[in-house]
């Protein structure tokens, strides 16, 4: 039976791999019909190691955040993608993504690259997509390939 896909959540942080996992999930809402849920999760324990709490860091990250938010749903309808939402949630990624996200919004599939920008958090605690694919509740496709489906070379 071909399993068809009706609410994507595409989580991205900005890294080269949430990109590459973002047009891949564009390109599955596309043949799926399906809505594309674009989210990105502002993590709150940086704000936490800061010796004095400063309002101007988590507001600019905000307002950065709602702004790549808008340009992924714009490429996105471009693309032909005619349902997109955009979620800008707070706290854990891995955590939101699971417990939160994927089934506040419905979500029976969510695409995200292998790796992202927190490579400190990777060390020491795992990887977001580890998680992900261990603790969501709904399928997960992990992104290791372009559009071509040729592996990424990453720089050492």
């Known amino acids: ?3 068809e896909y009706s609410r994507i959540l595409a989580p ?9 996992a973002f047009k891949k999930a564009v390109a599955v809402a ?5 809505t594309l849920i674009v989210a990105h999760i502002v993590d709150t324990a940086a704000f936490q190691t800061t010796n004095v709490y400063n309002e101007v860091i988590p ?3 905000t307002t950065r955040a709602k702004v790549m938010l ?12 005619e349902h997109v939402e955009t979620v800008l949630d707070y706290g854990s990624a891995k955590y939101q993504l699971c417990h ?6 419905k979500a029976d599939l969510i695409m995200l690259g292998a790796t ?3 490579t400190v958090e990777r060390l020491f605690i ?3 997509s580890e998680y992900v694919i261990r603790n969501a509740p709904c399928d997960v496709l992990v992104v290791r390939t372009d559009l071509d489906n040729t592996q990424i070379k990453h720089s050492k």
């Open 1 to 3: 039976m071909y399993q």
């Open 116 to 118: 992202g920008l927190n």
């Open 126 to 128: 795992g990887s977001v």
């Open 59 to 61: 507001e600019a990250i």
């Open 12 to 20: 991205i942080d900005g890294s080269d791999e949430s990109k590459l």
């Open 30 to 34: 596309g043949r799926n019909n399906a």
């Open 100 to 105: 939160s996200l994927a089934g506040d919004y």
């Open 70 to 81: 808008d340009e992924y749903k714009e490429a996105a309808h471009k693309a032909g993608i």
